[in-house]
């Protein structure tokens, strides 16, 4: 346990037996659902502590952040063709059903996001709002294979300031706007301390799931299942240099969902840190809203009270 840090650990079982990890920031609340938070490909559960504990403390509400099998504290899998977004799909379903959560918000980061358009399809009614970081139903073939060029092989630093040296020095071009205490939370979010150095905190078998990728040719969409997401209120983030989500896959997102509000983050690449700047006031906002069009609906109401009588008949 580590309540005093703002969160508790929670474990339990996947469908095969695996044992899987996730954090829990504050408490039920009727009056809100709780936020569910799924990190990117060889991410966990830490990338969402800053932004968790805001919604938890700020927003009031219930935050269970993940960690897939084979990151974090989850435990890695033998078999490394389960590393797929349908099975993860299948584990997260079955975490909501051990902590009793029948709907829920969700942040997607990435895989995460990919992961709540295979939600989508298998359990649709638990998804009753959806932020997207920095994924859509198009993803970029040399997008990917950049994420691979850095994953393989993956360093190991002795010492801290050398992790953050490395990932500033591999990243720093597509986040100019990061401060050094962002690059400090990315470091401690993504490494752990072991007796052969810092590692980073996911099995290494991993990056064989990225073998065999092709940049030259696309790869298949989801836009079938971002279409059955029409019903959800939707918030999409896109890094303002991402070479993952492009500015085109966005529009046409923003062409074929009715209730969808956009953001791009100046000065971040893939995938923003989302609780930087007003993102954490934004993302809180969109929920409290209840959509996009909520939120059009409050900024309208908000215009007639102060325009009153001046206002045109």
């Not at 050398?162 to 050094?180: I, K, M, Q």
Request: hydrophobic residues 40%; aromatic residues 8%.
């Amino acid at each position: 346990m580590a309540i005093e840090q703002g969160f508790s650990d929670f474990f339990y079982a996947a469908p095969d037996g695996l044992s899987l990890h996730a954090r829990i920031y504050g408490e039920a609340n009727s009056g809100h659902w709780p936020v569910v938070c799924l990190p990117g490909l060889t991410r966990n559960c830490r990338d969402f502590h800053e932004l968790a504990l805001f919604l938890s403390v700020q927003a009031k509400r219930k935050v269970v952040a993940f960690d897939y099998r084979g990151r974090g504290q989850s435990a890695y899998d033998a078999d490394i063709g389960h590393y797929n977004v349908g099975i993860e799909a299948g584990d997260i379903l079955a975490g909501l059903a051990a902590l009793s959560i029948e709907e829920a918000a969700f942040i997607g980061t990435s895989r995460g996001g990919l992961i709540i358009h295979v939600l989508a399809a298998m359990r649709p009614a638990v998804l009753k709002a959806i932020v997207l970081n920095d994924i859509g139903p198009v993803i970029e073939a040399q997008g990917l294979a950049h994420i691979r060029s850095y994953l393989d092989p993956t360093p190991r630093p002795r010492a801290y300031a050398e992790v953050v040296r490395s990932l500033r020095g591999t990243h720093g071009a597509d986040f100019p706007a990061l401060t050094d205490a962002d690059w400090e939370r990315m470091a401690s979010a993504l490494y752990r301390e072991t007796k052969e150095g810092f590692l980073p905190d996911f099995d290494p078998k991993l990056v064989e799931t990225l073998t065999g990728l092709d940049p030259s040719r696309p790869l298949p969409d989801l836009w079938p299942q971002f279409d059955a997401l029409a019903a959800v209120p939707m918030l999409v983030i896109r890094g303002a240099n991402s070479k993952l989500l492009s500015a085109e896959t966005l529009e046409q997102m923003q062409t074929r969902h009715t209730d969808i509000e956009t953001i791009t983050a100046d000065g971040q690449g893939h995938a923003p840190f989302l609780e930087t700047g007003s993102l954490p006031g934004s993302i809180a906002g969109f929920f409290r809203s209840g959509g996009a069009a909520g939120l059009a609906r409050s900024n309208a109401r908000e215009l007639r009270n102060l325009l009153g009588s001046a206002a045109p008949s």
